[in-house]
């Protein structure tokens, strides 16, 4: 093996990050460093830095949460705080391990739902959540680590939440992989919006100097030699591949010591990349290890750069296996895993990207994808939150299309009920589905194909094609009327009812709607109903049918008494605001909003608490 990597350089930026700590500390307020730049630079390491300094000298609490493509259970915000404020069931716990604190219970029942500290977002209901993290910062200063937030945006809108509305010392330190933003245009947007908030400062990680990759690979070898000139400029300055790639020098027996120092035997390799380096050294630490350790390692890395602890027994119960001791120990001496407190995560998203690949290369992916699909399903009831999206992720990852399209719209439409923001992940995954379902003509007469044209016509919809998606509802309308599929016929004459009104054609809208209702009445779809209803309300209120609008309004209400959900009767509050607002009854329409406002905040509602409001 090799010596512990030594920590080089970086002087600027330590002191620009202790700085920051120091403003808030002094301050009593938020602040933000967002570290970008390529992978394996040292964005997490620096940050890493300040969270220890931190803790070494007692001046602040510290947080961290991880994210990862998958999106695992202990991913985010939540796997924080969980991990935190401890895996307490009772409110009452919860509450004590924050402190004192005049926060209402219903704060910990919004972040906590049904006692599970689970949400269709791993960083949760943000606003819950910062109004937990402010709580805490009030009591004792502290920071919190967001790492890899390209991959999570309810990150990001805890961070800005956070600048905004927190009046307490905490700095968020946010990590972000610049080359991973190419596909992500929420996270690119949301970090946008963080640019111009106050309190925002950025802090771009590039390669090390000459001086300091030359420090580094000295220390690393323990001598200065050629061999570390040539590690210093192969690298060009990668701190992360410098390592790597010594290690692999290490592993194959090219580097050879001598009297003045070391050598390298045989013709110097050239350039690699950082995400091959990785994987050549997964393959030597893996050499020798039983199937079963192997096999254990890609289910891991199949779940999360987290595993949840419950969810990885499972699987590996399921499928017979079990890493040993000894290899988990070898890969922790490697750097491919961290283990505290009998809990086991990837150093890095590159190190379980390694891991990924090697059973790609191995022909087990799919399986092991098949395999969560399956014991997420076992584990967590229908409607337990972020299942549907878990679900349908890892389906699609196995290839499953057909069975992964109606998880994957199920967990687009959870995260659409906060905000259309939130949705636009969830909606691209099902958009793959479907593009694999609808790529060759003729389509198959069967649902899968139907809910993949629903999907097409819903992303299209949502992306502002008005017309492309009125062609894919009446091509999915057509096919689930044919199946006699009234619920899915109800969904696509919704769907065109949207389109209608965003062309400005209220008739047919009110049309679309009625014809739904006919759809969801013959299988008494409740939910259906409502936003049947609720749709109708808003078209007859906008064309000034005051009464039609009441009529249609007091239907959800009666429909949120059989089967109440949050977002329904918001909903139903906001339109009869409005109309009591239309008819002049203001002290009526006050009280509405008022109360939807409540509600809305209650549940993390963002795009209806913007909306009360307004009203």
């Not at 009030?138 to 991959?151: A, F, M, N, S």
């Not at 109606?406 to 906060?418: C, K, N, V, Y």
Request: aromatic content about 6%.
């Amino acid at each position: 093996g090799i010596r512990p990597a030594p920590y080089v350089g970086r002087v600027p930026a330590r002191s620009q990050l202790w700085s920051a700590f120091r403003q808030s500390l002094l301050t009593s307020r938020p602040g933000c460093v967002v570290l970008s730049g390529g992978a394996g630079y040292g964005k997490s390491r620096l940050a890493q830095w300040l969270v220890e300094r931190v803790e070494e000298v007692g001046a602040a609490r510290t947080m961290s949460a991880f994210h990862t493509r998958a999106g695992g259970a202990q991913d985010g915000a939540v796997g924080m705080l969980l991990n935190e404020l401890g895996s307490e069931r009772s409110a009452v716990a919860r509450q004590s391990a924050v402190g004192a604190s005049d926060q209402p219970q219903r704060l910990l029942e919004v972040l906590f739902p049904s006692g599970v500290a689970r949400a269709a977002d791993p960083d949760g209901d943000t606003q819950a959540v910062t109004s937990l993290l402010a709580q805490i910062a009030k009591e004792r200063p502290l920071v919190v680590w967001l790492d890899d937030v390209q991959w999570g945006p309810g990150a990001l809108r805890i961070a800005i939440d956070g600048l905004r509305a927190i009046r307490a010392s905490i700095l968020f330190v946010v990590t972000v992989r610049t080359e991973g933003l190419a596909d992500r245009p929420t996270e690119s947007a949301l970090l946008k919006i963080l640019e111009g908030t106050k309190g925002y400062e950025p802090l771009e990680v590039g390669p090390l100097t000459p001086g300091e990759r030359r420090e580094l690979a000295t220390r690393l070898l323990g001598v200065g030699t050629r061999v570390a000139d040539q590690l210093s400029i192969q690298t060009g300055g990668h701190p992360l591949l410098m390592l790597k790639l010594l290690e692999q020098w290490v592993d194959t027996g090219r580097l050879v010591p001598t009297r003045s120092g070391y050598s390298l035997r045989g013709v110097a390799s050239e350039p690699m990349d950082v995400a091959q380096v990785w994987r050549v050294q997964l393959e030597t630490t893996l050499a020798g290890a039983a199937l079963d350790s192997v096999v254990a390692l890609e289910l891991a890395a199949t779940l999360s750069r987290t595993p949840d602890v419950g969810e990885w027994e499972r699987l590996t119960l399921d499928a017979g296996v079990r890493l040993t001791g000894a290899v988990l120990r070898r890969l922790v001496h490697r750097g491919v895993l961290i283990e505290v407190d009998g809990k086991v995560r990837f150093t890095h998203e590159m190190a379980r990207d390694a891991v990924v690949e090697h059973a790609r290369q191995a022909g087990r992916y799919e399986t092991h994808c098949a395999r969560c699909a399956s014991v997420i399903e076992s584990l967590y009831p229908p409607g337990y939150p972020g299942r549907a999206e878990r679900l349908g992720r890892h389906l699609l990852e196995a290839r499953q299309f057909a069975p992964a399209m109606s998880p994957l719209g199920d967990g687009a439409m959870e995260r659409f009920h906060r905000t259309e923001f939130a949705a636009s992940g969830a909606l691209r995954a099902a958009q793959q589905a479907a593009d694999r379902l609808l790529d060759a003509e003729p389509y198959p007469d069967d649902e899968a194909t139907a809910w993949a044209m629903y999907a097409r016509g819903f992303v299209e919809r949502f992306g502002g094609d008005l017309a492309d998606a009125g062609r894919w509802y009446e091509q999915a309308g057509a096919r689930f009327e044919a199946l006699g599929h009234h619920v899915g016929a109800g969904c696509c004459q919704l769907g065109l009812s949207g389109v209608a009104r965003g062309a400005g054609d209220a008739g047919l809208a009110i049309h679309c709607v009625e014809t739904a209702i006919t759809h969801f009445e013959v299988c008494n779809d409740l939910r259906g109903l409502g936003a049947c209803h609720a749709g109708l309300a808003t078209s007859f209120r906008l064309n000034g049918d005051h009464e039609a609008c009441l009529r249609h309004v007091k239907a959800v209400l009666s429909i949120c008494e059989v089967q109440d959900h949050p977002f329904d009767r918001v909903r139903v509050y906001l339109q009869r605001a409005g109309l009591w607002a239309d008819l002049g009854r203001l002290d009526d329409a006050e009280l509405h909003y008022q109360e939807c406002l409540r509600l809305a905040e209650r549940h993390a509602l963002h795009w209806e608490v913007a909306r009360a409001h307004l009203g």
